[in-house]
């Protein structure tokens, strides 16, 4: 098996059970390694103890939303400081400007994809790789 890419290690955060079991489902059927949080306070739990390469980040949460999850990343550079974050929201559209300021380039609406997050993957391991 030479030439093999890495195993990558998803955090998906999302309050709906199924989109959690989907995200999962296609992440793992990809070859890679999925964790879910159902909100963002468990996300940020998780974060401390376990390094990941991709949150999938929804906004609309209970607890703690994903602009405060962001938030309180940027409150703690050294907790995951090589994440890679992934707003997935079906109001991305009017947070866009926080998320700009708070440095979130990659944004995507829901419903995703599934060609969204095997290009999202595919990306990855190339930035990896570079």
Do not use: Y
């Amino acid at each position: 098996m030479g030439g093999q890419t890495r195993e990558l290690r998803f955090l998906v955060v999302d309050d709906n059970e199924d989109i959690r079991d989907v995200f999962c489902r296609l992440i793992e059927r990809a070859g890679h390694a999925s964790s879910t949080a159902a909100d963002g306070q468990e996300a940020v739990d998780i974060l401390q103890r376990e390094a990941f390469d991709v949150m999938l980040l929804d906004l609309t949460m209970p607890r703690m939303n994903g602009v405060e999850v962001v938030r309180w990343m940027r409150a703690h550079p050294d907790v995951a400081p090589d994440l890679r974050v992934v707003v997935i929201s079906a109001w991305a559209g009017e947070h866009r400007a926080v998320l700009q300021e708070l440095g979130i380039e990659n944004v995507m609406q829901k419903p995703l994809r599934i060609q969204q997050l095997t290009d999202l993957i595919s990306e990855t391991l190339l930035d990896l790789e570079s």
